[in-house]
């Protein structure tokens, strides 16, 4: 079966980096587009960049763009979301998921705090 497994997430000051690895088992990696998604407490889910299968296009929401960077590398089954600059507004719980849109393959989340 899919499965998703998210690590990575932390407690760090504004301006801090973090680095959030996603490892991917149970399906072809290398054949399936990836997305990290994050979510609040009483919103939805929102998608936060994804990448296509071989990472030749990623794209990313205009709030994380120039400070976060998406990547894969298939040869580990792992997806990769460095985030750089933080700020108090990324805080969320951080999902990787199969595919762009919604769709029932989600990993558990990892925590992610940016606080002074």
């Known amino acids: 079966q899919v499965q998703l497994v998210e690590t990575g997430g932390d407690l760090v000051q504004p301006g801090a980096s973090l680095r959030l690895s996603c490892q991917a088992s149970?399906?072809?990696?290398?054949?399936?587009?990836m997305s990290w998604y994050r979510q609040t407490p009483g919103k939805a889910r929102e998608l936060v960049a994804g990448?296509?299968?071989?990472?030749?296009?990623?794209n990313y929401a205009d709030s994380v763009k120039g400070r976060f960077t998406i990547s894969r590398d298939n040869t580990k089954n792992t997806m990769y979301l460095q985030m750089n600059s933080l700020k108090p507004e990324d805080t969320a719980v951080y999902y990787c998921?199969?595919?762009?849109?919604?769709?029932?393959?989600w990993g558990q989340g990892t925590q992610v705090t940016v606080s002074s």
């Open positions: 998921h199969t595919g762009l849109g919604a769709g029932p393959n």
């Open positions: 990448i296509t299968r071989a990472g030749g296009t990623t």
């Open positions: 149970g399906f072809l990696f290398s054949n399936t587009a």
